[in-house]
């Protein structure tokens, strides 16, 4: 029996309402030692922002990030999974679309967990480098 993204999902969520500044989102993100949030409306998935994406799409370009909001810096494609796909299938989804995190939501888009690429090397050779480092406590 292949194994599900349920059994590897982080469900411990950092979310945001659509309306909140780049600064707020970036402070969130420092304050809960996280590189991704995600954008909910409602209970439901709007977007999702990462790290990077503040970076690239908000401060790169000049907006004040205080009045820049989240939505603006999100990313577009939005790339989810259900808790009860194969793990085999979130491999897939991350390659197929390069990304390192995929939402994990229930059939109404409501988010309830993400899984990582770090999760998946621990899950799949913990003693790969990527597996180690994502394994070891954060450098805080």
Same mark, same amino acid.
């Given at each position: 029996?292949?194994?599900?993204?349920?059994?590897?999902?982080?469900?411990? !969520? /950092? &979310?945001?309402? %659509?309306?909140?500044?780049?600064?707020?989102?970036?402070? =969130? #993100? @420092?304050?809960?030692?996280?590189?991704?949030?995600?954008?909910?409306?409602?209970?439901?998935?709007?977007?999702?922002?990462?790290?990077?994406?503040?970076?690239?799409?908000?401060?790169?370009?000049?907006?004040?990030?205080?009045?820049?909001?989240?939505?603006?810096?999100?990313?577009?494609? !939005? /790339? &989810?999974?259900? %808790?009860?796909?194969?793990?085999?299938?979130?491999?897939? =989804? #991350? @390659?197929?679309?390069?990304?390192?995190?995929?939402?994990?939501?229930?059939?109404?888009?409501?988010?309830?967990?993400?899984?990582?690429?770090?999760?998946?090397?621990?899950?799949?050779?913990?003693?790969?480098?990527?597996?180690?480092?994502?394994?070891?406590?954060?450098?805080?």
């Amino acid at each position: 029996m292949a194994q599900r993204v349920r059994d590897i999902m982080t469900s411990s !969520l /950092v &979310t945001v309402e %659509p309306q909140a500044s780049v600064t707020a989102v970036a402070r =969130l #993100m @420092r304050d809960e030692d996280v590189g991704v949030v995600l954008v909910t409306q409602d209970d439901h998935l709007r977007c999702v922002v990462t790290d990077r994406d503040l970076v690239v799409r908000a401060c790169a370009d000049g907006a004040d990030p205080e009045q820049t909001t989240v939505m603006r810096a999100s990313s577009e494609d !939005l /790339v &989810t999974i259900t %808790p009860d796909d194969t793990i085999d299938r979130a491999v897939k =989804l #991350m @390659r197929e679309h390069s990304i390192r995190r995929l939402p994990v939501v229930e059939d109404d888009d409501r988010p309830v967990g993400i899984v990582s690429l770090g999760d998946l090397a621990i899950e799949r050779d913990q003693r790969s480098a990527l597996g180690d480092i994502s394994a070891a406590r954060p450098n805080t």
